[in-house]
């Protein structure tokens, strides 16, 4: 259910230009995410907001910000399509995977830019560390790839480890081209 505006939360709303577009759900567990195809918005927990500082909400919200403006729910819904129907190409999967990965490198990015590393680093390790842990769609590993490492190498040195695709979706390609050629 839908719960009200904190004040810590509604100064930093006001701060981030995002007055009407943050909404506040009553839930033990802390969350945070865009939704919305043409006209994204922003959700949060209460319990997110009553877990981090100011600076740190601030930080969230410039990250979110940055997904609604960029459309990227509308992006992750396309992604997530192309890698369900090309589901027999593992490497479609990794792509998609990697793609994802990447907005979320680059709204870390914008909310640095906006708040500052450390309000960040310490929103995500409040979020990783909590007794009810966000599930975070980025965290997940990725051959070696996991999102959430590389999100926190840019923290710490400014530069994402990269990504390398798995032996199983390079050797995938093979029977998908053969096929193509046969046709």
Not at 176 to 183: E, F, G, I, Q, Y
Request: aromatic share 4%.
């Amino acid at each position: 259910s839908e719960a009200p505006v904190p004040p810590c939360l509604h100064a930093c709303i006001e701060e981030s230009g995002l007055r009407g577009l943050v909404r506040v759900v009553d839930l033990p567990h802390p969350t945070v995410f865009s939704y919305g195809l043409l006209r994204p918005r922003i959700c949060i927990s209460s319990a997110l907001v009553m877990g981090m500082s100011p600076p740190q909400l601030r930080a969230i919200l410039l990250h979110e910000r940055h997904h609604m403006k960029r459309r990227h729910p509308l992006i992750t819904l396309a992604l997530d399509t192309l890698a369900d129907t090309l589901f027999f190409l593992p490497l479609a999967g990794e792509l998609c995977d990697q793609l994802r990965a990447q907005m979320e490198l680059e709204a870390d990015r914008a909310a640095i830019h906006g708040a500052g590393r450390t309000p960040l680093a310490g929103a995500l390790h409040r979020l990783l560390t909590h007794p009810q842990p966000l599930i975070l769609q980025s965290g997940l590993a990725l051959n070696s790839f996991s999102a959430t490492q590389a999100r926190i190498d840019q923290l710490l040195d400014g530069k994402p480890r990269g990504w390398r695709p798995s032996l199983t979706g390079l050797a995938s390609i093979v029977p998908a081209v053969s096929m193509v050629c046969l046709l």
